[in-house]
């Protein structure tokens, strides 16, 4: 079941924050972010696993709602180098190591 | 370089061929994946193997797809008698403790 991302996209100028939002309808083991820029490979940003507990690192960080299947990334301050488009994983039930990813939402973050 | 590597890079191909991917994957990691990616999409599951075992594949992927994982190390994706459809970046990924690491992906244009 691919979870649902929204926004589809965001126009940030450079310092202001986003939020992107992960749901499924299925119960989550885990969610995975990853970032991908134009031409390029999809990279590993965080995982969270159900627990709901919040990572982080630098000046983005995720938080994971179990009971409501739903997970967040949160990008404060935002800078150039944070546009691409940024997909969430999941995997559902008791893990099993498939991961199912959104459509994406693609973030551009202007001067 | 030690990360994920896939050739060739690109792949034009007339339809009705068959046409083969290779994965190597990152040396120490036991599972290996494979997706597939159509522009402004997210990566679809294709399979996945846990060292020489194919654990799963997608009922959404016809019996023109195959894949192996000889003695668990590299990966080969074959497609028989290509379509128009199968265009696509087809992107491996590999996998120790749950993170995946993307290659560059294979792009596969038939004609």
């Known amino acids: 079941q691919q979870p649902v991302q929204s926004p589809q996209a965001v126009i940030l100028r450079e310092g202001e924050d986003a939020v992107i939002n992960c749901s499924s309808s299925?119960?989550?083991?885990?969610v995975h972010w990853y970032r991908q820029k134009h031409g390029e490979a999809p990279v590993f940003l965080m995982i969270?696993?159900?627990?709901?507990e919040q990572k982080g690192h630098d000046k983005i960080s995720a938080s994971f709602n179990e009971k409501k299947q739903q997970s967040s990334l949160y990008l404060t301050a935002s800078q150039l180098s944070y546009s691409g488009t940024y997909f969430c994983?999941?995997?559902?039930?008791?893990?099993?190591?498939?991961?199912?990813f959104g459509a994406g939402t693609r973030l551009f973050v202007k001067a | 370089d030690t990360g994920v590597s896939q050739n060739p890079r690109h792949k034009i191909t007339k339809r009705g061929q068959n046409v083969t991917f290779r994965c190597d994957p990152i040396?120490?990691?036991?599972?290996l994946y494979w997706y597939r990616q159509t522009l402004g999409q997210g990566p679809e599951f294709l399979t996945y193997?846990?060292?020489?075992?194919?654990?799963?594949k997608s009922r959404l992927l016809s019996d023109r797809f195959s894949a192996e994982r000889p003695k668990g190390s590299f990966s080969t994706l074959e497609i028989q008698r290509t379509e128009q459809g199968d265009s696509a970046m087809y992107l491996c990924?590999?996998?120790?403790?749950?993170?995946?690491?993307f290659g560059e992906g294979s792009r596969l244009t038939v004609l």
């Open positions: 299925k119960a989550l083991y885990s």
């Open positions: 990924a590999s996998s120790a403790t749950g993170e995946l690491f």
């Open positions: 193997f846990q060292n020489e075992a194919q654990l799963e």
């Open positions: 994983g999941t995997e559902e039930g008791a893990g099993g190591f498939k991961t199912i």
């Open positions: 040396s120490e990691h036991n599972r």
């Open positions: 969270l696993l159900k627990g709901g």
